[in-house]
């Protein structure tokens, strides 16, 4: 919602927060106009100087105190992250953890990486080959409304460590949560400049996009490809973690209470609103009505809220109603069976979704094949798991998916058919808070990786350095007469087939060596 209706001519539009719960107006903060965005990110890049020149460890110190930050202030993050975001504050506070263990993992990077990674100099004998790693200047980061915070701290931190300054622009929807993060960076001691928010729309990412030196996206495929395209006008790299249509495979030995139990949970974390959340389910044909009847079960205990002790929270983006509703119709229209929810319920200034629980599924409706992005379990009966495998492959994303098995070592091989950025076995969603995996997808579901080691290198330029021998000037022009045999030899001497092949190709280099100081001081 836009405010700056006032009459004073110069007051700056503002963007208001409400609470998805209940329509409370929380605060605003001032838009930024995309004209403002190029000085922004110009201060940035002037902090990132002296941020890039301190001693890694004094960077990794800084980072570190981000971490008693976030403890001393954990329950006001909570109460902010689930008023503005609709989160029951148990799932606020349980975001902390994967961010202490972010900052701990890059950290450690960092250090290990500050003073060049020793490589193979290969058959350059006697030469030495490091790879060192240099910030690539400002990330700017888009990020989206159902992770305002674990992803708003988290994606910055390997960046940040590495010596890059960062401006991010949260979600519209959650400016207050972008606010509060920009001062616990800022009471950890991050110079002024470093860590900075911009707040508005669509212009306001593109103008971000065309100042920055890495882009990091978060969100819908269409808009990734936008970003992606957008950044392509100057070659600046891109990460994209896009949308995803998870499946659920239950094979026929799966305990059906613990996997009923896993299924909802893996559906309804969030409110459903994850991008790795499971999006459909196939399970044998015979266990479709006892496992939709646990599930069901399961379903009904669950508490739906938005004060006090509640297990899902109201839809945080009102829009979304439109395709829950719309894909709920095609499902039904189509011959699917409603068990459970399937109705938008407005109360308290409001606007919730139930769980739905839908059984006689098939590939012709939308649900199964595009993301949702709610609590749904769409289950679609199979012969077996390699109707499952075919079927969650059957699908234009890869980000994730689940295993559902009493036999662990047949769930690995059958996840290893799943062709998805991870997969689980007997649990859903959870591995996207393991922050030593990479995270991301194929497909519709984004270009890289973010999390893990590989989250680091996104925010780093490679540069190789190698210091030779005299030696090597052996290979220099202009060429000596024996350089074919000698080269020749080399082949053999690294590579020949049998011991004795390569000690003959040793023989064959000291042979057809030139002088270290030809005549006329040729090579």
């Not at 506070?93 to 994967?98: A, F, S």
């Not at 949260?170 to 400016?175: D, I």
């Not at 350095?465 to 053999?492: E, K, Q």
Request: proline share 7%; glycine share 12%; with cysteine.
């Amino acid at each position: 919602m836009l405010g700056g209706s006032s009459p004073q001519a110069f007051a700056p539009a503002t963007l208001v927060s409400f609470a998805p719960g209940s329509g409370e107006r929380l605060g605003e903060v001032d838009l930024t106009p995309p004209g403002e965005v190029a000085g922004v990110v110009a201060r940035a890049r002037e902090a990132q100087v002296g941020w890039a020149a301190l001693d890694v460890e004094k960077r990794c110190r800084v980072l570190e105190r981000l971490k008693g930050v976030i403890l001393d202030r954990a329950p006001e993050i909570a109460q902010v992250v689930s008023s503005e975001n609709g989160k029951p504050p148990c799932e606020a506070m349980g975001m902390m953890l994967p961010l202490c263990e972010a900052i701990k993992l890059y950290t450690g990077l960092a250090r290990r990486l500050d003073r060049g990674v020793r490589k193979s100099a290969t058959f350059f004998l006697g030469s030495k080959a490091r790879v060192y790693y240099d910030p690539l200047g400002v990330a700017g980061y888009i990020l989206p409304w159902n992770f305002p915070f674990d992803l708003g701290v988290k994606q910055m931190v390997p960046a940040l460590v590495a010596g890059n300054a960062v401006v991010q622009k949260p979600s519209e929807v959650n400016p207050l949560i972008g606010e509060m993060i920009l001062g616990l960076f800022s009471d950890a001691g991050v110079p002024d400049g470093v860590v900075q928010m911009i707040h508005g729309r669509g212009e306001v990412g593109a103008a971000l996009i065309d100042e920055v030196d890495v882009v990091c996206f978060v969100g819908s495929p269409a808009t990734g490809r936008k970003v992606m395209e957008r950044a392509s006008r100057r070659l600046v790299p891109v990460v994209l973690e896009l949308g995803g249509n998870d499946a659920a495979v239950v094979r026929a030995d799966a305990d059906l209470d613990l996997t009923a139990r896993g299924l909802v949970s893996g559906t309804c974390f969030n409110a459903g609103q994850v991008c790795n959340g499971i999006e459909r389910i196939y399970a044998p044909a015979h266990l479709v009505p006892a496992l939709t009847q646990k599930i069901v079960e399961v379903v009904d205990r669950l508490r739906q809220a938005a004060r006090g002790d509640y297990d899902l929270g109201p839809i945080a983006w009102e829009p979304q109603r439109r395709v829950y509703e719309a894909h709920t119709a095609d499902a039904l229209d189509k011959g699917a069976t409603l068990h459970r929810g399937g109705e938008a319920v407005e109360r308290d200034g409001g606007l919730f979704w139930p769980p739905t629980v839908l059984t006689g599924m098939n590939h012709d409706m939308v649900m199964m094949r595009e993301e949702t992005f709610g609590p749904f379990l769409p289950i679609m009966a199979v012969a077996g798991d390699d109707e499952a495998v075919a079927r969650a492959n059957d699908s234009d994303y890869g980000l994730g998916g689940s295993v559902w098995t009493r036999d662990k070592d047949a769930g690995v091989a059958l996840a290893r058919r799943i062709r998805a950025g991870s997969v689980m076995v007997n649990n859903a969603v959870q591995s996207g808070g393991c922050v030593t995996l990479p995270f991301g997808g194929e497909g519709e579901s984004g270009v890289g990786r973010t999390q893990g080691e590989m989250g680091y290198f996104n925010y780093v330029a490679p540069q190789s350095v190698m210091t030779c021998p005299d030696a090597t000037a052996n290979l220099w022009m202009p060429y000596h007469d024996g350089v074919v045999p000698m080269v020749t030899s080399m082949v053999r001497m690294f590579h020949g087939r049998s011991i004795l092949e390569r000690a003959r190709g040793a023989v064959g280099v000291t042979r057809h060596r030139p002088p270290s100081k030809p005549a006329g001081g040729g090579a």
